[in-house]
């Protein structure tokens, strides 16, 4: 957080927060989370911090989780799933976003959302433990290609969509993440990827859209993005400065117009070959 507020952070647009459950043998405590929340809340010093609930599942166990053996992990109980079926986890972890909420600017993002109920039991949950009149922000990630083609229909029950790059691209173009042999197929900038953020960007509404992939910290991305209709990205913090930079030096009519080009390129090679208009 510290790097990320040096180097121009405006925010913080994904926290990770299942640092804060891995390799331990039991789930840390609501004051534990809070304590951390809080610490980044401060470092953020008044810029908005989305705090990512629970992203864990069968390629991430957590010790003192019983989950059962799947054979496709990705396609299993992972992200908001994981954490609808073990209630109590997610509840504390609200609990402690709660807390921190009523006097910082915090978010919600809720992972690998898919459907509807995913998000209304995440928020139905989140009003049970939020004191009275306490409004908090709270968003989806978009990592499933469904997810992203129902954007209009979900967007009355959220503030803001972020785009899971990393898992939108996944899942599109069924390259499993960490599979060395099929990595020559998983460049985010392919069209069908494009196309899906497309969606997003156009379905969303009075919703905000943000990219917290790592397409969000791609050169040749960040124009692509923009003309979409992207308005936040969220990168590492050392990639700040950079994307910011670059973000500067562009024009919104121009990134449009690249942005067209790429929807109708065939392959990530070609998008990646499209120049800016002068
Ligand atoms: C993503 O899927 O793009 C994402 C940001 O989440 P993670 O990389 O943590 O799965
Ligand atoms: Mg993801």
Redesign the pocket.
């Known amino acids: 957080a510290e790097d990320a507020v040096r180097g121009g952070a405006d925010g913080a647009g994904?926290v990770?927060t299942e640092f804060l459950f891995l390799d331990r043998a039991d789930a840390p405590t609501a004051a534990e989370q809070e304590q951390v929340y809080r610490d980044l809340a401060n470092t953020f010093d008044g810029r908005p911090v989305v705090l990512r609930t629970l992203?864990v599942g069968g390629d991430k166990p957590l010790p003192y989780l019983a989950q059962p053996t799947e054979a496709n992990p990705f396609l299993g109980q992972r992200g908001i799933r994981l954490a609808l079926a073990h209630p109590h986890l997610l509840r504390e972890q609200l609990r402690a976003v709660a807390r921190v909420a009523a006097d910082h600017p915090i978010g919600v993002m809720f992972p690998m959302v898919t459907a509807v109920q995913e998000i209304e039991a995440g928020r139905g949950m989140l009003e049970e433990v939020a004191p009275e009149g306490l409004s908090i922000d709270v968003g989806i990630?978009v990592?499933v290609p469904a997810t992203a083609a129902k954007t209009a229909e979900l967007a009355e029950y959220v503030d803001f969509f972020s785009i899971?790059?990393?898992?939108?691209t996944q899942y599109a173009l069924a390259v499993e993440r960490g599979n060395d042999s099929v990595a020559a197929l998983a460049d985010a900038l392919d069209p069908g990827v494009l196309r899906l953020i497309d969606m997003v960007c156009r379905g969303a509404g009075g919703a905000r859209v943000a990219v917290?992939?790592e397409l969000a910290s791609d050169p040749v991305a960040v124009p692509i993005l923009l003309g979409l209709g992207v308005t936040e990205l969220s990168v590492a913090p050392a990639a700040v400065p950079l994307v910011k930079a670059a973000v500067r030096t562009l024009d919104h009519r121009a990134c449009a117009d690249l942005a067209g080009r790429a929807l109708r390129c065939a392959t990530a090679a070609a998008v990646r070959g499209l120049t800016l208009p002068d």
């Open positions: 994904l990770r992203d990630m990592e899971g790059t990393n898992d939108l917290c992939g």
